[in-house]
């Protein structure tokens, strides 16, 4: 730092134009050499973003997180019970992917012929889930399920069974409760409907039509620091 008194008698004993230009030159030279110091500065701050950056592009394993949801669906004549663990990862501050496998019992009546169809379902899946504010997402999950089917006639005649696979695409929203910003341990309900509309679909009728499926669950963030998360600079995009 420059000292006032030094500058001030600096400034004083000018007795000739040499000295005069002496000290204007070390004047002029003064703020260049404060400009460069600035400048440099500013580059090693620059170097030390894009650092960061770079490491914090690649696989994190902090924004891993496992959890599931347990599942219930009611209609005229259907009852529809399940659990939906899953892996994801946080894509974003805002965005969620990851994996499932689901398992569901549904049995349904036909009130006129007394006639049941129970069935046991199961399969992969993988899902989506966007948070345009904090604590309200909308999400889309595609399942692929292997269906085991029972028929059971009113008639007590012989009960028959099957086995057949459907597609099914489930679009809905819900709310998040506990969750902090870029933070993916919270808990959750949703409620989504099948729009594929797969005669076989667990999540439609006996009348094609698809059925509200309400989940509630819990995300459960793995290798979690929160201090750490809360400075991410990843997150805060």
Known sequence: ???????????????SKKDIMKKVLILLFIPLCFHATAQNQEENKQKQDENTEVKSSGFQKDKLF??????????NGSTMLGITPQL??????????????????????DYYSENKIRQ??????????TFPVNFLFATA???????????I???????????VNA????VGGGYAGGRERGGNSYYYISIMWDLYGDMYSPYVDNLGRSTPVIRAGYNIGLFQNRNKRGNDSYYSR
Do not use: C
Not at 66 to 75: K, L, P, Q, V
Not at 153 to 163: D, I, M, Q, T, V
Not at 167 to 170: E, R, Y
């Open 120 to 129: 046991t379902t199961f399969g992969p899946g993988a899902f989506v889930r």
């Open 1 to 15: 730092m420059l000292d006032l008194n030094s500058f001030h008698k600096f400034l004083i004993p000018i007795r």
């Open 141 to 151: 999950q595609y399942e692929y399920n292997m269906i085991h089917q029972k028929q």
């Open 88 to 109: 994801g990862y946080s894509l974003t501050n805002w965005l969620d992917a990851g994996v499932t496998f689901n398992l569901n019992y549904i049995s349904q009546r």
């Open 66 to 75: 496992t959890g599931g949801s347990a599942n219930i669906g009611f209609s």
């Open 153 to 163: 006639f009113g008639n007590s005649a012989p009960s028959l069974k099957n086995r």
């Open 167 to 170: 597609n099914s695409f489930l």
